[in-house]
């Protein structure tokens, strides 16, 4: 299958600062790619979707102006953490899929977060 | 909107056993159906899905899963786990309309495989 790849895939940073995650899919290129974050036992929320060359859609509860997401290219999307708090701290994970209606989204490996 | 169900939070079997996680869905119309495995600390990984066709799909690793209709269920089986079956699986849904391929996903079933 396709591969996606996340990077990094631990990063601790300090309360305030702003940290980037990039997804990047390494042989495909990516018309849509989707943020999620994942709470200790729990299932995966879904943050946003991003489009090529287009905004965002973030879902409903999910802070925009603080968790940018940049899809400049077919096989790059980036979200940042901007002034992040310990409440931040989570499991993010990315996917991404390429066009058409019947295709599986591949998922990366993930990210751990940790604000402290 | 569609939602996914995942009756059992954690499920222990013994290595060798036979192995069924359960999954109910909802959405008005056909859905697209699909069961991710998570080990600790990793993203996803594509067990199967079912799109259409016949209701009995195969997947990686020896898993297999029906889609019944009547009952609204997508149940993950296996016939004899293996201790690296133990990990958490998200059963998710998409619905077949639109071209939002946005996901709903499970709350997972935590799989221990016994010795």
């Known amino acids: 299958g396709a591969v996606v790849s996340q990077h990094p895939s631990r990063v601790i940073c300090k309360s305030g600062t702003s940290v980037k995650i990039e997804c990047r899919s390494l042989d495909f290129q990516a018309t849509t790619m989707f943020w999620y974050r994942q709470f200790p036992k729990k299932s995966l929320m879904l943050m946003a979707t991003?489009?090529?060359?287009?905004?965002?859609?973030?879902e409903q509860g999910v802070e925009k102006d603080k968790f940018l997401i940049n899809h400049a290219s077919l096989t790059l999307s980036t979200l940042t953490v901007t002034s992040a708090h310990p409440e931040d701290s989570s499991f993010y994970i990315c996917?991404?899929?390429?066009?058409?209606?019947?295709?599986?989204?591949?998922f990366g490996q993930g990210t751990r977060l940790t604000v402290v | 909107a569609q939602s996914v169900t995942q009756p059992d939070i954690h499920i222990t079997v013994s290595e060798g056993a036979s192995l069924e996680l359960r999954c109910n869905y909802s959405y008005g119309a056909t859905p697209y159906l699909f069961w991710y495995v998570q080990s600790p600390g990793q993203g996803l990984q594509l067990l199967l899905k079912?799109?259409?066709?016949?209701?009995l799909v195969q997947g990686i690793k020896g898993f297999e899963a029906e889609f019944k209709r009547s009952q609204s269920s997508f149940n993950l089986r296996k016939p004899s786990v293996h201790w690296s079956d133990a990990a958490e699986y998200f059963c998710?849904?998409?619905?077949?309309?639109?071209?939002?391929?946005?996901?709903?996903f499970g709350k997972g079933t935590l799989l221990t495989v016994n010795p």
């Open positions: 998710a849904v998409k619905g077949s309309g639109g071209s939002n391929y946005k996901l709903t």
């Open positions: 996917s991404a899929r390429t066009g058409g209606l019947v295709t599986e989204a591949f």
């Open positions: 991003s489009n090529e060359g287009s905004k965002a859609t973030y």
């Open positions: 079912y799109f259409s066709g016949d209701t």
